[in-house]
C-alpha cells in the first residue's frame, strides 16, 4: 500500500486557504446477515474551496459509499464508523438530523446519477425546481417560479420557461440531467457531489453537460466532488484525483501527474485499461490490430478480389408506426434508413452511433428477431427472410447475440448452469453427459471456474455475468456474434477484460463480430471496419484506422471529439497539441 | 479443449479473498440441478416450510378422517345443552343448538378445506393460463381477455352466486360450490398473472432464449412463468382463506351447501346470533379457519422465497 499523504496537496489559490472539506480517516460499515462489512476503510481527502476533486475507481470501490457519507444520505445500514468529515471546519459525522437537513441543498447540492430515475414522473420539472428553492428557503411564490426558470436556463435549457411546465417523460437524458443540476445548484452550495453524473448519457451528450457544469461552477466558485470510474473523464475534468479501491484510497495527486507516472498498481492498471485513453495510445491499440488484419489476410488468402463475407446487410430499411396525436392515427418513424454493409468472415465491424441512430434496430434485424420493412439480410448468399421454419433454427445455431445488459440479459431463476446449457438442450446437442462437460468447458473458456455451475446470476459480479453471456452464445459453436453494446454497462476495468476475451476468443474460434456500442473510444480497441450511423443513415464507412484518423463526416469528428479523454493527448509528451477545433464544433 | 490461461489481469477475480473466491473454496461440488430440484434443496432447509407443510398435513388429515379425532356425532344435539361450557370430553363447549363444537370443528374442515384448495386450484389453472396467455401474446387476444375479465369484474360474487346455484337447486354440493367460486374468483388471478406476465415479457433474457432458438411457448413456459410466479402464489394462497369463507357466505344464505354438511363457514355464520353471550362459540371455528389459511399463505411465501434465487439463504 503505497501511503497517501494528503497534507501534501497544495491548495489552488493560496496556502493560507482553509479547506472546505476535509475527510480524515473516514470508515463506513454496512450491517448484514454476516455481520459488519467495511465498504470505506479509512479514506482521507480533501476539497478546497473552487477545486474540482474526482474519486475514481471500479464499482464497489466505496467511491459513492464515501460521497453520500459526505451528504449524510448513507443508504440502508450504513453507518459512520470511524473518522472525521469536516464541513467547513466542523465535524458533519456527529451533526444531527436536522443540521443536516440544513446543510443538504443550501451547503452541499448533489447531482446523482441516474437521471431517468432521479426525477419525480408526476410533478413538472419546475416544480420540482421550485420545491429545491423553497426547501432551502433561497424563494418563494412567484420569485421561485421565476427563479427556477433562471436555474434551468443557467443549467443550459433552451426555453427555459416554457420547459419549466413540461413532465420528466417529455425530457432527454441530457436534458434531465441539466435539471437536476440546475436543482443541485439551486441554494447556490459550496460543493457539489456529482455521483456518475453522466453514465447514462451518451457520449456527445456527456460532453456538453459535463462542459456547462464546469462553466457553470467556475463562474459561481462551486468546489466539485466528481465520481466517476472513468479515468480519463476525471482527467479531463478534475485538478485533483483521488484513486480508490476496496474501500481505499490508493493513490491521490494532481490529475495530469497521476496519468503520466501512477504509482500504485491498480492505477496503473486502471491507466492502461482506460479505453478512452487507450484509444490514444494508438501503440497498444495497434498491436492487437496487428493480429486481428493478420487474420484478415488469413482469411482471404486466395486474393484480395475474393472477400468472403459471412453476412451482407442490403438496402436496410425498418419503419415503425407509432401512436399518433389523434386516437386512430399513426406517424412514421424511419428507424433504419437504407443501410447497406457487409461483414468478411473473421472480423469485427462496428456500428457506432448515438441512441436513437438505428443501430440496435439493425442487430435485432440481422439477429431475426425483427422484419426489415424492405431491403434484406444475406448469409452467406442466402437471403434470412426466405428460411423456413427448421433453417431458421439453424440459422441461429450459426449467428448469436451477446446483449448489452449483463443484469437483464440471464434469466435470475435460472442457475449459471442452465443458462449455458439452455441452447445446447434446445436444439438437442448432446446428452446430459457430454452437455455438463461442454458447460465446464465454455466455462474455461470464458476463464471461470466451473463452481460458477451451481451459482446465480444476482451472486455474480456485472463482468462476470457478461462472461457467461458469452459462454451461453459461444455454446453452438456460432460463427458470427453480434454484441449490442456488448460492455457498455460495465467498468472500464472489466470492459477491457472483455474486450481481450472477446479478441482472444476470435483469433482462436475465427469469430465474426457485429460489434454495436456508441463509444469510439471501444471501438478502437476491437473493430477493422466502421460504420457510423446517424438517423438511421450510414454516414461513414471505413477501416478503423481511417476513421480515426481521417473522419470525412463533421459527426464522425463530434464523436470522436466526445471520447472523454480526447482532448487530454495534449500533454507534452505526446508531441504536437491537438487543434482545440472541438470548442467550435 | 482449449486452453484458457488465467491472465494476470484476471487474477483478482479468483483470488481467495474475494467474495467469489470463498464460496469458490466451499462450494466445490457442482453437479448441476434442475429448478425445481433446487428450489426443494433449498426449501427443504426452511423452518417455515415444516411448520407450514406439518399444519398442512393435519388439516388433511383431520378433514380425510374426522372420526380418528372425535368418536362424536356433530349433528347429535341436544337442546339441554344450548350454550353449554366445555366440560369432559367436550373440550370447546357446546353451540346454541346443543351441538358439541369440537366435534363440529373437526368435521366441518372436510367440506371447508376441499371448498378452498378445490376453489384455489381451479382459479389458478384458468385465471393462470389466461392471464397468461394474454399478458405473453399481447395484442387483441390480450385485449378481448382482459374486457372478458372486466365484465366478470363487474358482476357481484352473491349475486351471481344466488342466481346460477338456482341451477343447482337440487343437487347442491362442494363441487357446485367450487365451480361457481371458481367462475367468478378466475378474473383477479387472471389480471395478477397478465401484470406478473407483461412486466417480465419484455426483458432482454426473453429476447435471448428467442434468439437461441426457443419457441415463444417455450420461453413462456421455461422463463416468463418461473418468473412471473410470486405474485400469482402469494395472491392464490391468500384467496383460499377468502374462498372458505365465501362459501360460508352461501351457505348463510341458503344456497351454498345443504344444511346437513358441516363447513366452519356454517358455522361461523350461525355463531353470530350468541356473538355477545358466548363469543367462544365463534371462536373455534374461526381458529381452525385461521390456522389453515395462515398454513397456507406460509407454505406460499416458504415456496415462492424457495424459488427466488434472490431470496434463496445459503
Known amino acids: 500500500m503505497i501511503p497517501v499523504e494528503i497534507d501534501t496537496q497544495a491548495p489552488p489559490l493560496a496556502t493560507t486557504v482553509e479547506p472546505l472539506l476535509r475527510i480524515s480517516d473516514l470508515e463506513v460499515s454496512f450491517a448484514t446477515a454476516n455481520g459488519l462489512v467495511q465498504a470505506v476503510r479509512g479514506v482521507s481527502l480533501t476539497v478546497y474551496p473552487g477545486q474540482t476533486v474526482a474519486i475514481v475507481g471500479e464499482s464497489g470501490s466505496g467511491k459513492s459509499t464515501t460521497a453520500h457519507a459526505v451528504i449524510g444520505l448513507l443508504p440502508g445500514t450504513g453507518k459512520v464508523t470511524g473518522g472525521t468529515i469536516e464541513f467547513g471546519g466542523v465535524d458533519i459525522t456527529q451533526a444531527d438530523a436536522k443540521d443536516m437537513v440544513a446543510l443538504r441543498g443550501k451547503e452541499i447540492g448533489l447531482v446523482p446519477q441516474d437521471p431517468m430515475s432521479n426525477l419525480n414522473p408526476v410533478w413538472k420539472v419546475g416544480f420540482q425546481v421550485k420545491e429545491a428553492l423553497r426547501a432551502n428557503g433561497v424563494a418563494t411564490g412567484s420569485a421561485a417560479t421565476a427563479r427556477a426558470n433562471e436555474l434551468l436556463a443557467e443549467a443550459g435549457l433552451r426555453d427555459a420557461a416554457r420547459r419549466a411546465k413540461q413532465y420528466p417523460h417529455q425530457f432527454s437524458g441530457g436534458m434531465l440531467q441539466r435539471a437536476l443540476i440546475a436543482i443541485g445548484l439551486a441554494a447556490r452550495p459550496q460543493l457539489l457531489i456529482a455521483d456518475e453524473p453522466t453514465s447514462a448519457l451518451d457520449v456527445t451528450v456527456q460532453r456538453t453537460v459535463l462542459d456547462h457544469l464546469q462553466g457553470l461552477t467556475r463562474e459561481l466558485g462551486t468546489a466539485v466532488l466528481f465520481i466517476t470510474h472513468d479515468l480519463g473523464l476525471a482527467a479531463e475534468r478534475a485538478d485533483h484525483l483521488v484513486v480508490m479501491y476496496r474501500g481505499k484510497v490508493v493513490e491521490s495527486g494532481p490529475a495530469r501527474e497521476i496519468l503520466a507516472d501512477p504509482s500504485h498498481p491498480y492505477t496503473r492498471r486502471l491507466v492502461a485499461s482506460a479505453p478512452s485513453l487507450a484509444s490514444r495510445r494508438i501503440q497498444s491499440a495497434k498491436e492487437r490490430g496487428v493480429r486481428s488484419s493478420e487474420l484478415l489476410t488469413h482469411a482471404g488468402d486466395d486474393g484480395p478480389s475474393r472477400r468472403d463475407d459471412i453476412i451482407s446487410v442490403e438496402h436496410l430499411t425498418r419503419v415503425f408506426r407509432l401512436p399518433g396525436g389523434r386516437p386512430g392515427a399513426t406517424r412514421e418513424l424511419t428507424a433504419v434508413d437504407d443501410v447497406t454493409f457487409a461483414i468478411p468472415r473473421g472480423t469485427t465491424t462496428a456500428l457506432v452511433g448515438e441512441s436513437g441512430s438505428g443501430k440496435s434496430t439493425v442487430a435485432k434485424i440481422v439477429l431475426n428477431l425483427l422484419e426489415p420493412t424492405s431491403g434484406r439480410v444475406l448469409i452467406d448468399g442466402t437471403d434470412v427472410s426466405t428460411l423456413d421454419r427448421r433453417r431458421l433454427f439453424d440459422f441461429r445455431r450459426r449467428v448469436q447475440p451477446i446483449f448489452q445488459n449483463p443484469y437483464g440479459s440471464l434469466d435470475p431463476m435460472y442457475s449459471i448452469y442452465r443458462t449455458i446449457e439452455e441452447p445446447l438442450r434446445i436444439h438437442g446437442v448432446g446428452d446430459k453427459r457430454t452437455r455438463e462437460a461442454r458447460v465446464r468447458e465454455l466455462l474455461d473458456l470464458v476463464a471461470l471456474p466451473a463452481s460458477t455451475m451451481r451459482r446465480f446470476p444476482n451472486e455474480l459480479s456485472g463482468g462476470q455475468r457478461q462472461r457467461i453471456a458469452i459462454a451461453r452464445a459461444l455454446a453452438l459453436e456460432p460463427e458470427m456474434i453480434v454484441c449490442d453494446e456488448a460492455v457498455s454497462a460495465l467498468d472500464v476495468l472489466v470492459q477491457a477484460q472483455v474486450l481481450t476475451l472477446l479478441n482472444d476468443l476470435q483469433t482462436e474460434l475465427g469469430l465474426t463480430y457485429l460489434f454495436i456500442t456508441h463509444d469510439l473510444a471501444v471501438v478502437r480497441q476491437i473493430a477493422d471496419e466502421v460504420c457510423v450511423m446517424q438517423d438511421g443513415r450510414i454516414v461513414e464507412a471505413a477501416t478503423t484506422d481511417e476513421v480515426f484518423d481521417h473522419p470525412r463526416e463533421e459527426y464522425t469528428r463530434e464523436l470522436l471529439d466526445a471520447i472523454p479523454g480526447a482532448r487530454l493527448a495534449m500533454t507534452p509528451d505526446r508531441g504536437d497539441p491537438e487543434p482545440t477545433d472541438a470548442a467550435v464544433l | ?314
Open chain 2, 1 to 314: 479443449m482449449p486452453d484458457a490461461p488465467v491472465r494476470p489481469d484476471q487474477a483478482h477475480f479468483f483470488a481467495a479473498d474475494t467474495e467469489l473466491g470463498l464460496v469458490d473454496q466451499v462450494d466445490e461440488t457442482s453437479a448441476p440441478t434442475s429448478l425445481w430440484a433446487d428450489a426443494w434443496q433449498n426449501l427443504r432447509r426452511r423452518p417455515l416450510f415444516w411448520v407450514s407443510a406439518a399444519l398442512i398435513a393435519l388439516v388433511l388429515l383431520v378433514a380425510a378422517f374426522p372420526s380418528m379425532f372425535t368418536s362424536l356425532d356433530p349433528r347429535f344435539c341436544e337442546l339441554r345443552n344450548s350454550l353449554g361450557e366445555p366440560t369432559a370430553g367436550h373440550p370447546f363447549g357446546f353451540d346454541r343448538q346443543g351441538c358439541d363444537i369440537y366435534a363440529r370443528t373437526i368435521y366441518g374442515a372436510r367440506a371447508s378445506v376441499a371448498t378452498g384448495v378445490l376453489t384455489t386450484l381451479l382459479v389458478l389453472i384458468v385465471g393462470g393460463i389466461v392471464g397468461g396467455v394474454a399478458g405473453f401474446y399481447g395484442g387483441w387476444f390480450d385485449s378481448l381477455l382482459s374486457r372478458v375479465t372486466d365484465i366478470f369484474f363487474a358482476i357481484p360474487l352473491v349475486l351471481a352466486a344466488i342466481v346460477v346455484m338456482q341451477m343447482f337447486k337440487e343437487s347442491r354440493n362442494i363441487l357446485t360450490v367450487v365451480l361457481v367460486l371458481g367462475i367468478f374468483g378466475w378474473p383477479q388471478l387472471a389480471r395478477v398473472t397478465r401484470g406478473a406476465v407483461v412486466a417480465v415479457r419484455h426483458s432482454e433474457f426473453v429476447t435471448a432464449a428467442r434468439a437461441l432458438g426457443a419457441s415463444r411457448l417455450a420461453t413462456l413456459i421455461r422463463h416468463v412463468a418461473p418468473n412471473a410466479s410470486g405474485p400469482v402464489i402469494v395472491t392464490s394462497t391468500v384467496a383460499l382463506g377468502t374462498y372458505i369463507v365465501a362459501e360460508a357466505t352461501l351457505s348463510f344464505l341458503g344456497i351454498g351447501l345443504p344444511p346437513q354438511i358441516t363447513s366452519w363457514g356454517a358455522d361461523i355464520a350461525k355463531a353470530q346470533t350468541s356473538l355477545r353471550s358466548e363469543p367462544m362459540v365463534l371462536f373455534y371455528p374461526s381458529a381452525a379457519l385461521a390456522l389453515t389459511v395462515l398454513s397456507f399463505i406460509m407454505m406460499g411465501d416458504a415456496v415462492r422465497d424457495a424459488l427466488d434465487p434472490k431470496a434463496r439463504t445459503r
